[in-house]
């Protein structure tokens, strides 16, 4: 697969070839509604992508669907080609190119190019007032699934140390991170959440060094913010601690001290859109949920949950779909100071904002 898109790419480059593209479309609608994905690493790897192409692959069950798929395209001009090959060669007429460096300004420029195909994003960047109307995003709250990783963490530790690593210091990873440990610290008040930032969304070597690091200064259970949690999830595996996990399915990867984990359910998206599209009906511009609109899930519980963790984290799910809030204030940094007044709910826009550690939380963000 890879292959053969990189060889439409080069033939795309040039003008005969695109020349020549231009009639290819035509056949393709007629019959189809065709989808592509674009994907910044590989579909395999445990996290981000895969969570991603485990939607994709239900969009194949839909009638008169076609998925056209690329892997490993870079955060550059190339994932232009990569668009512009599947609109001109396989007659796409909805993307979901779905790395967050996409976003600007390539798929900006191309929705403006193809004012007649639907390209949809999967954060919460699009603007009515500076956008183009077909583009868009959609963006599960992952927060809620991270607050009941952390309610079960917190039900699960023997030494009260929980070791948390991220990739960036930016307010969704933020929010995530104190998400995760209010929920610990409501059901286990002891709890410390030892964090430590990588600085990339991928750096396998550096997440390893990480995961060993807070095992050695007495974690019991690795939650983590990556790309790809699956050093982290092996690491803590091999290690003999228990783990959470983020974005898909790692349970596979850790028998034996696997808790639970925080994942997104793209598939609602996804299988959503491609029935408007059948249907010639206009798609959202944005679309966001969590548990209450099926668009985040927990992983099957594991053997490293205990049965108390069970209970509890099954009971906040429930909460959570109910719209009970997480952060509840007045709520305290980890310097003392308050930056919580009053009760955020489920989907405040100051949440956005987060650029704070919560109370809690052994780590710096500078």
């Not at 076609?66 to 550059?76: I, L």
């Not at 929920?183 to 070597?205: C, D, F, H, M, Y």
């Not at 548990?291 to 009971?315: H, R």
């Amino acid at each position: 697969m890879s292959n053969f898109t990189f060889n439409r790419r080069t033939f795309l480059a040039g003008t005969g070839g695109l020349a020549l593209a231009a009639s290819i479309p035509t056949l393709t609608r007629a019959s189809t509604t065709t989808i592509g994905m674009i994907y910044v690493g590989p579909k395999d790897d445990f996290g981000w992508n895969q969570a991603h192409a485990v939607a994709a692959q239900a969009l194949k069950d839909i009638p008169d669907v076609t998925v056209v798929e690329e892997e490993n395209v870079a955060e550059t001009n190339a994932v232009t080609k990569s668009m512009e090959s599947m609109i001109e060669l396989d007659g796409a007429s909805l993307l979901f190119p779905t790395s967050f460096g996409y976003f600007d300004p390539f798929m900006i420029d191309t929705a403006k190019k193809y004012p007649d195909v639907e390209l949809r994003h999967p954060t919460s960047l699009w603007s009515a007032d500076k956008h183009p109307e077909n583009l868009g995003g959609y963006f599960c709250y992952l927060d809620q699934a991270h607050y009941v990783n952390g309610v079960a963490a917190g039900l699960s530790t023997k030494t009260n140390k929980i070791g948390f690593i991220a990739a960036k210091p930016i307010s969704l990873v933020l929010r995530n991170i104190n998400a995760f440990t209010l929920g610990a610290r409501k059901v286990n008040p002891n709890v410390k959440v030892q964090l430590i930032i990588t600085g990339e969304w991928s750096l396998p070597v550096r997440e390893a060094e990480a995961a060993n690091a807070l095992v050695d200064a007495g974690c019991d259970i690795l939650a983590c913010h990556v790309d790809s949690p699956k050093v982290v999830i092996e690491t803590a595996e091999g290690r003999g601690v228990k783990s959470c996990g983020h974005n898909a399915d790692q349970s596979p990867l850790a028998p034996n001290g696997f808790i639970t984990g925080a994942e997104l359910k793209w598939g609602t998206v996804y299988t959503a859109y491609a029935e408007l599209i059948q249907k010639g009906e206009k798609l959202p511009n944005l679309n966001e949920g969590g548990y209450d609109k099926n668009m985040v899930a927990s992983t099957a519980f594991g053997a490293g949950a205990s049965e108390n963790a069970i209970t509890a984290a099954l009971a906040a799910i429930e909460e959570l779909k109910g719209g009970a809030p997480i952060f509840v204030g007045p709520l305290k940094d980890n310097t003392g100071k308050i930056v919580v007044e009053g009760t955020l709910g489920l989907y405040d826009g100051a949440l956005w904002g987060t650029d704070y550690l919560i109370e809690g939380v052994d780590g710096s963000i500078t």
